[in-house]
C-alpha cells in the first residue's frame, strides 16, 4: 500500500485514515472516500464483519424458524385440542338427547308388556272359572316380565306367576279334590 496525504475529494478537507481501512467518510462533508488497494487489516476486518452478520443472520433465521415451528405446532394442537372439544361436546349433546328418548322407549316397551301380562292374567282368571285349569296353567307359565326396564317389575310378575299357579292349583283341587300341577319352586339367588 502506497502512503499519499490524502484530502477530501469533494471539499479538500485533510483525512484522518483509522484502523487501516481501505473505505472512510470525510469527516466534514460524509463523502465516502475508497483508496486504492486494499490493507490486509482492511481486508480481514471487511472478511470479519461479513462473517459475523451472516453468522448473526443465520442465528436470527434459525431463531425465527423455530418461533415458526413453535407456532405451528402450538396451532397443530390448538386445533386438535378445539376438535377433541367439539368431539366431546357433541357427544355429551348426543347423550343428553338419547338417554331421555331411550329411557322414554324402554318405558314405553314394559308398559305395554306389562299390559300384555296383565291381560293373560285376566284370561287365566277366566279359564279358573270355567274350569280349563290345564289351559290356565299353561298360560301361567308364560308369565314372564322379559323387557328387564328394572328389577322390581321383573320380581312383581315372578310374584304374580307364583300366586297365579298356586290359585289355579287350589281352583283345581276345590273342583276335583287333587291337582296334577306342582307349585313352582323358589329361584335360589336367582340363578335356577
Not at 463523502?31 to 443472520?57: C, F, N, P, V, W
Not at 300366586?163 to 339367588?189: C, M, N, R, W, Y
Request: hydrophobic share 35%.
Amino acid at each position: 500500500m502506497r502512503l499519499h496525504s490524502l484530502t477530501c475529494p469533494n471539499c479538500n478537507g485533510i483525512l484522518e485514515v483509522e484502523n487501516n481501512l481501505d473505505t472512510f467518510y470525510c469527516k466534514y462533508c460524509g463523502h465516502k472516500i475508497i483508496l486504492e488497494g486494499q490493507s490486509d487489516a482492511a481486508y480481514r476486518a471487511r472478511t470479519e464483519i461479513a462473517g459475523m452478520a451472516h453468522d448473526e443472520r443465520m442465528a436470527r433465521e434459525q431463531h425465527q424458524h423455530a418461533e415458526r415451528m413453535e407456532d405451528k405446532n402450538n396451532k397443530i394442537v390448538g386445533k386438535i385440542l378445539i376438535g377433541l372439544g367439539i368431539f366431546f361436546l357433541i357427544f355429551f349433546v348426543i347423550l343428553a338427547i338419547l338417554i331421555p328418548i331411550t329411557e322414554k322407549a324402554e318405558k314405553e316397551s314394559s308398559d305395554k308388556q306389562e299390559k300384555q301380562l296383565q291381560s293373560l292374567v285376566e284370561e287365566i282368571q277366566v279359564d279358573i272359572e270355567k274350569g280349563n285349569f290345564d289351559i290356565a296353567f299353561a298360560k301361567a307359565e308364560t308369565i314372564d316380565y322379559t323387557e328387564g326396564y328394572n328389577d322390581e317389575i321383573d320380581e312383581k310378575w315372578d310374584n304374580i306367576r307364583k300366586s297365579v299357579k298356586d290359585q289355579i292349583i287350589e281352583a283345581e283341587k276345590e273342583e276335583t279334590g287333587k291337582s296334577k300341577h306342582k307349585p313352582e319352586k323358589d329361584k335360589l339367588f336367582g340363578l335356577f
